[in-house]
């Protein structure tokens, strides 16, 4: 196994704090630092907006990979980014039509396989 240290990637970690408390907390790898006020873009269509960003100061190497370099307390954006989000709903609705189709068997106890 090749054990490949962030860093060498220009990679950087930041936990993302939500400041309303609604989405909770999550982790984030980024080439660069963001900036206050930045707006980003989530994979799953979620925009967040960045209102403080404070470097994770450490003094030991231990955990050094699961530590952020960053802490970003951000707030969730209502509508996110159309073009990921309609692609996401899309997705969900496709697969719950499928499921929800009585001649996938699927709710009719057949022995169709997924």
């Not at 231990?62 to 951000?74: G, K, L, R």
């Not at 499928?98 to 001649?103: G, M, Q």
Request: charged share 25%; glycine share 6%.
């Amino acid at each position: 196994m090749i054990n490949i240290d962030r860093k060498d990637l220009n990679i950087m970690k930041i936990r993302m704090i939500d400041y309303d408390n609604k989405m909770g907390q999550c982790e984030l790898f980024v080439t660069r630092e963001p900036n206050q006020h930045e707006h980003l873009y989530l994979r799953n269509g979620s925009e967040v907006v960045v209102l403080n960003i404070y470097q994770f100061v450490r003094n030991t190497k231990d955990n050094f990979a699961e530590e952020p370099d960053f802490v970003a307390i951000v707030q969730y954006q209502e509508n996110g980014n159309p073009a990921l989000t309609d692609l996401r709903k899309e997705e969900s609705q496709a697969v719950l039509d499928w499921f929800n189709n009585p001649e996938s068997g699927l709710l009719g106890g057949s022995n169709e396989e997924l």
